[in-house]
């Protein structure tokens, strides 16, 4: 087990559920449509990419792995850092900054499907 990895990813699933209970209440009628799904967005990727790497972290796998959980977790909190920031009115700039966040998640899937097979 990778207690960092799981610690880490278990801060992230907590901080993307209070980023959705935020966003649906406090955030409520505040934003645009667009920036809403992009908080929404921002949220489900977040979310979903913390449980994936939280897996890694309790599976017990080591190498790649727990290299794939790391990009897993890293992805996901920037992807959902950008849209977030970009939700709250940062400048658009700061849109080129979520591909690196997808490319990470997508690095993330693609080291733990090389991992399962080498296993």
């Keep these: ?46 979310l979903t990419h913390a449980v994936a790497a939280f897996a890694v972290g309790v599976s017990g796998q080591k ?17 959902g850092a950008s849209l977030y920031a970009l939700a709250l009115g940062a400048p658009s700039i700061l849109g080129a900054i979520t591909p690196i966040g997808g490319i990470l998640m997508l690095a993330g899937w693609a080291f733990a499907a090389i991992g399962a097979i080498r296993r």
């Design 1 to 46: 087990m990778s207690k960092t990895l799981t610690f880490a990813a278990a801060l992230l699933g907590f901080l993307a559920v209070a980023a959705g209970a935020f966003g649906a209440h406090a955030l409520d009628g505040q934003l645009t449509e667009k920036a809403a799904d992009w908080w929404q967005t921002g949220t489900f990727y977040l």
């Design 63 to 79: 190498g790649l792995f727990v290299t794939g959980g790391w990009c897993l977790a890293l992805g996901g909190t920037v992807f």
